[in-house]
């Protein structure tokens, strides 16, 4: 019986020996997935940490890792935890000046890179940039700088090493403590520069242990791998946690090939943001609209006759007979072809990083793949609540995890138990990264981060999430509008790709919205229209209609101050390259709204805009 790990490299050291895992990572080469037995990856791991010792790199130091997702990432990872530096992933997303922000702020001795690509970003910053010394290349990239060297050189490097110097690694690993700094995480930030959010080796391990509890992970999983690994979800929901259980870790390609890499591949978990699965969700409405007639009218019947299913299964009550029949029919009809397109062996989802709308949620559970929605943020490593497979209650986000405490500030603007949730436990951050003062802010001297988001805790033990408190609408009557309720409402139609909800201190709530262009050119082509010229058609009256119907929709059940009284179309969808999207897929309030304040304008009218 193995002691319980203290450290990340004690985490995947003992992983290697409790399941030595024949298929510990997945990756495409040549067309084919290619499998890394868990030794010989351990082997590749403990030459390369062999090798930057010997280039000098020191406990404590800083080693930027910028990367896609791949083996790579976690070869870099675990070697550079392994000699007790700090790694410092960075997204692959970001322009060369961020990057050089990034290096210069936590004075990074070291960066790997994957691609030809990322190592120009490094080469255009690099005299900038003091503190940096070594680049390394997980690709065979050449180079005629002397201080750029390929990871095969430093295996080389670190094999030499070992050889004149076989305990340096040993003596490096055992001089790691629990509560030394692991990683230095740039949060992506909606707002202003990064912070640097510095976890050490035990908010990692203690939450990979307390989550893996309530996420039942087999050594039978395979997991399929998308989300950044420079974010805290993927980084300890998909790289540490199926580690630390044993299951298999696949890398998809990139994120536009995650749907094909799922039939390759055949995962049996999945973890996303929303995003996935709003796509999905829409996907499948959107084939059978265009199919129309029978097989239109049999996925829609599906689709109620599963919502219906899962809110009555998940409540606990009986399943009427004649229910339990329709949703058999359903299944064998509809949901089965659904389970085909993720690979036909997926066992569940797990959501985070943003609200997923309830009746994609009920659809999917409907269809035999729950997701599993959670919470968390990079300060909390990230994992604070999750549901499980025993206990799933739609529109929450499930009960902390072990060893993690939540609680309610009460908040006299907010109605009812509403509040900004504050969090206690082992996962807590150790705080930002020479920013003394925006830690204190944030994490008060008895251990309690206060999260910015505001939310409630019903009778039963759920979290409920809110909104994010900076990003709550108050109008200038006095009325708070939480705007990512009724974003996720909007973005469960096919007709919507984004949402953005506008209306600070203005008289009411509106909203931009970027059209799924699709789907509207052919609700266009069945209404006569004979242009696809996306501008035209957003402009005309047939689609302006169809979306004052949708918002009619949205605004029947709500509150009158809480109604989106008017809507403004925009052709282009948001992205991360034009500074609209952070590498997570989380909007950027504040561009979006300097971006479009033109349109915003029009859908008010003339009025004093109130000042704080």
Request: proline letters at 6%; one cysteine or more.
């Amino acid at each position: 019986m193995h002691p319980l790990p203290r450290t990340v490299p004690e985490l995947f050291l003992q992983a290697v020996e409790r399941h030595d895992n024949p298929a510990f990572m997945r990756y495409k080469a040549g067309g084919e997935f290619a499998s890394i037995p868990a030794r010989e990856f351990r082997k590749e791991v403990e030459l390369a940490a062999f090798g930057l010792i010997e280039l000098g790199v020191q406990q404590g130091d800083r080693v930027a890792l910028l990367s896609e997702n791949r083996p790579g990432w976690a070869f870099a990872d675990l070697a550079t935890l392994s000699v007790g530096a700090w790694s410092v992933p960075i997204y692959t997303s970001l322009m060369p000046d961020e990057i050089q922000y990034i290096l210069n702020d936590c004075s990074a001795v070291a960066c790997f890179v994957s691609t030809a690509e990322q190592l120009a970003k490094i080469q255009a910053v690099r005299a900038r940039c003091p503190a940096l010394v070594h680049v390394i290349t997980l690709e065979p990239i050449e180079s005629t700088e002397p201080s750029v060297m390929t990871a095969r050189s430093l295996l080389e490097q670190g094999q030499a090493f070992r050889s004149t110097s076989p305990g340096a690694l040993e003596q490096r690993l055992a001089a790691i403590k629990p509560e030394h700094t692991a990683s230095i995480l740039y949060t992506s930030g909606t707002t202003g520069q990064p912070k640097g959010v510095m976890l050490s080796h035990n908010n990692f391990v203690s939450n990979v242990i307390d989550g893996l509890k309530s996420l039942a992970i087999l050594t039978t999983d395979t997991h399929l791998s998308f989300l950044p690994l420079s974010h805290s979800f993927e980084r300890t929901g998909g790289y540490y946690i199926m580690m630390h259980a044993g299951a298999t870790i696949a890398y998809a390609e990139s994120v536009d090939t995650v749907i094909d890499n799922m039939t390759e591949v055949h995962p049996t978990v999945i973890t996303s943001v929303p995003r996935l699965y709003e796509k999905l969700y829409a996907g499948v409405l959107q084939k059978a609209t265009d199919a129309g007639g029978f097989k239109k009218q049999l996925v829609f019947w599906a689709r109620r006759i599963g919502l219906d299913y899962a809110e009555k299964r998940v409540a606990g009550g009986r399943i009427p007979v004649r229910l339990a029949l329709q949703h058999h029919i359903a299944d064998r009809l509809v949901f089965s072809k659904l389970r085909e397109l993720v690979g036909g062996r997926l066992r569940f989802f797990v959501s985070g990083g943003a609200p997923l709308a309830p009746v994609i949620a009920k659809f999917f559970y409907a269809a035999g793949m729950p997701i599993l929605e959670g919470y968390g943020l990079t300060e909390t490593t990230p994992v604070i609540s999750i549901n499980t497979f025993g206990a799933i209650r739609f529109g929450t986000v499930g009960k902390p995890i072990e060893n993690v405490e939540v609680k309610i500030e009460p908040d006299p603007d907010r109605p009812g138990d509403e509040g900004e949730i504050l969090v206690r436990g082992p996962n807590i951050m150790q705080g930002y990264y020479n920013l003394p003062e925006k830690t204190a802010e944030v994490l008060s001297p008895d251990g309690w981060f206060r999260t910015g988001d505001i939310g409630l805790i019903d009778d039963d033990g759920y979290i409920v999430i809110t909104d994010r408190k900076k990003d709550l609408i108050k109008t200038s009557g006095g009325k708070f509008v939480a705007p990512q309720p009724l974003e996720n409402e909007l973005k469960t139609s096919r007709y919507v790709s984004q949402a953005v909800v506008v209306g600070n201190r203005r008289k009411y709530a509106s909203v931009l919205i970027v059209p799924n262009m699709d789907s509207v050119l052919r609700y266009a082509r069945e209404h006569d229209m004979t242009t696809d010229d996306p501008r035209v058609v957003l402009e005309s009256g047939e689609v302006q209609a169809l979306f004052d119907e949708l918002l009619e929709k949205i605004n029947h059940d709500k509150a009158s101050y809480e109604t989106l009284k008017k809507f403004c179309l925009v052709a282009e969808d948001f992205t991360i390259e034009a500074g609209e999207l952070t590498p997570t897929l989380k909007v950027k309030r504040r561009v979006i709204e300097e971006k479009y304040n033109h349109l915003i304008d029009t859908m008010y009218d003339p009025e004093v805009v109130l000042t704080e």
